[in-house]
């Protein structure tokens, strides 16, 4: 089946970067749309930036000017470039991926799956 891993993140001082990976792979399968979440503890999970198939990104206010996502549609990756970190932006962050997957011949349509997540620290 579909699994998404990411990579990239870590222990960043605030005012740092970090740029965060993730990679969808297993069977056969067409993304329409992949992002990013985060949960903080005791928060609720949130949603940081979104870019559909053709490009077009969404992102949080708290992030925008500060995050930048894309997408290669060859490699089924999706980025999230993270530059002026803050201690508040520690959290977990996890890769998600709306898609198409054909298993036995069959298409399922509006699947959405979530990658386990990479743990963003900030220290201030």
């Known amino acids: 089946q579909v699994q998404l891993v990411e990579s990239g993140g870590g222990l960043v001082q605030a005012g740092g970067s970090l740029r965060l990976s993730c990679t969808a792979s297993g069977g056969i399968f067409t993304i329409q749309t992949m992002g990013w979440y985060r949960q903080a503890p005791g928060e609720q999970r949130e949603m940081v930036a979104t870019?559909?198939?053709?490009?077009?990104?969404v992102y949080a206010d708290s992030m925008k000017g500060r995050f930048t996502i894309s997408r290669d549609n060859a490699k089924n990756a999706v980025y999230l470039q993270m530059n002026s970190l803050k201690p508040e932006d520690t959290a977990v962050y996890i890769c998600?991926?709306?898609?198409?997957?054909?298993?036995?011949?069959?298409?399922?349509?509006?699947?959405?799956?979530w990658g386990q997540g990479t743990q963003v620290t900030v220290s201030s």
């Open positions: 998600i991926a709306d898609l198409t997957s054909v298993v036995q011949g069959i298409s399922y349509y509006n699947q959405h799956y």
């Open positions: 870019v559909n198939s053709e490009g077009y990104a």
